[in-house]
């Protein structure tokens, strides 16, 4: 048998900078770079390896000789073990700082194209309470902590409502408190937690897929309604009914809930059928005057006072006069194709997922919106030369794709058309810069603005606008 690889211990390093997917980068004595899970730029420690690549390491601090001064205390219980807010041990003002400097690495790195001033990013108001959905996991089996596991304590109660350990899809971290979304959140899921054990509804076991209890979704809005939808693994109308009623009478401000009987291996509910128990099947989320019909498979922003930020960037950069024909591709539910639309001669949205489109049409015509038109299906397939001519040569094309970025033939599409002017909104500056790339012997990038809408994490939003050379 081989030797088994041990890992390495790098002592007393300095941390230097941060970068991508949270990571914190140091360098090795053998001059590789370390990207560490644990550190924030400024500490000093002793960085054990988890991991050996040809050109770099990955590793764990496991002592400090120092720590930053850009380091704050962590105002959650659970952080370092859930994975939800891998920054929130750094002061939100250097959060902005390394968030910043992302966008601009992967503009100037990867796009190799000339920029303008970069404008500072936006920050949010609310840095905590911000989220306006969350999911979270039953299990009968959860995950238990470093503490716990060192105290030798025996732990009869094993119920888990909470967030998946990151990497892992089976093991539940239970949540006391979690700091991102307003509450009654923590209340409805304390309660949901407490009273299912109380009256012995089984929670469920992902990995031998048995149980009751799978998840639970709240989402809430601007205007004050809440969404509480229960997925079960099996229909037990006696503990179903007996939990859902308990949630109607403790929390009367849930304006919707709702419930999916879902017996498939995977816990999605966007091919389920979402069942009504009391109130409405939907709430409202309102911006600019805008009503927006939300049901539990809308898709929607999860920060509503950030999005609104967003989309006022993004309308500044369109230059709108009113005259304008105006492409919205990847338009989702029309969010932003209906907030731009009183400043354009006429909007066509096109979407992929045909539910997000019926929504999209829907939230139109509620808003009195009739210079709007939506259309579904593959973005590469419907957006091609004869739609054009059928709605209409795009005098401004706004896009704002999935983390993947645009597809090449979508791309090849706008280099065809040639609009005047493109504005491309993105949640991943890299593939943004890919495409930017590709666009550069036609378009000249003359504003970039990004956009934090997810405070604590490394995640960020950024708004490019391109004039046709």
């Not at 049901?295 to 309308?315: H, I, P």
């Not at 504003?447 to 490394?458: E, G, L």
Request: include cysteine; proline fraction near 3%.
């Amino acid at each position: 048998m081989g030797r088994k690889k041990r890992n390495l211990v790098f002592e007393e390093l300095e941390i230097l900078d941060a970068g991508a997917k949270g990571k914190s980068i140091a360098k090795a004595p053998d001059g590789k770079v370390v990207f560490i899970n644990n550190a924030v730029p400024g500490d000093i420690a002793d960085i054990r390896t988890t991991k050996k690549k040809k050109s770099f390491y990955e590793g764990t601090a496991t002592k400090f000789h120092k720590l930053s001064d850009k380091r704050v205390e962590p105002v959650c219980q659970h952080f370092g073990t859930c994975g939800g807010c891998k920054w929130q041990h750094m002061g939100y003002e250097h959060q902005l700082f390394y968030k910043q400097q992302e966008i601009t690495n992967n503009l100037q790195r990867l796009g190799k194209i000339e920029l303008p001033e970069i404008d500072p990013i936006l920050g949010s108001k609310e840095i905590y309470f911000y989220r306006n959905k969350m999911e979270f996991s039953f299990s009968d089996s959860r995950w238990l902590t470093l503490d716990e596991i060192n105290s030798e304590k025996d732990f009869e109660d094993k119920n888990a409502l909470g967030f998946h350990i990151p990497g892992m899809w089976d093991k539940i971290l239970d949540i006391k408190k979690c700091h991102l979304q307003e509450d009654p959140s923590n209340a409805i899921r304390n309660h949901v937690k407490e009273f299912s054990i109380a009256n012995d509804i089984p929670f469920f076991n992902t990995r031998n897929q048995y149980g009751l209890l799978r998840t639970l979704m709240i989402r809430t809005s601007s205007t004050g309604e809440i969404m509480v939808v229960l997925q079960l693994f099996a229909e037990d109308k006696e503990k179903r009914t007996l939990l859902l009623d308990s949630l109607a009478e403790k929390f009367p401000e849930i304006t919707s809930l709702q419930y999916v009987i879902n017996g498939k291996g995977n816990d999605t509910i966007y091919d389920q059928e979402v069942i009504c128990y009391k109130g409405e099947d939907h709430i409202f989320e309102e911006m600019e005057g805008l009503k927006f019909k939300i049901n539990a498979k809308s898709f929607y922003q999860t920060n509503s006072a950030q999005a609104y930020e967003l989309y006022k960037v993004t309308r500044d950069f369109a230059g709108l006069t009113g005259n304008e024909l105006v492409y919205d591709l990847y338009t989702g539910t029309g969010t932003i194709a209906q907030f731009v639309a009183k400043k354009a001669k006429k909007v066509v949205g096109i979407e992929a997922v045909p539910v997000a489109i019926e929504d999209a049409k829907e939230n139109a015509k509620r808003n009195n919106i009739e210079n709007t038109e939506f259309y579904a299906g593959d973005m590469r397939k419907v957006f091609t030369q004869n739609f054009i001519n059928e709605h209409g040569h795009p005098d401004v094309i706004i896009t704002d794709p999935p983390r993947d970025g645009m597809h090449k033939d979508v791309v090849a599409q706008i280099i065809g058309i040639l609009p005047q002017r493109i504005v491309y909104v993105s949640c991943n500056s890299a593939t943004q810069a890919r495409d930017l790339a590709l666009l550069d012997e036609h378009y000249k990038v003359t504003r970039v603005r990004p956009v934090d809408m997810f405070p604590q994490t490394f995640h960020v939003e950024n708004v490019v606008c391109l004039e046709k050379r």
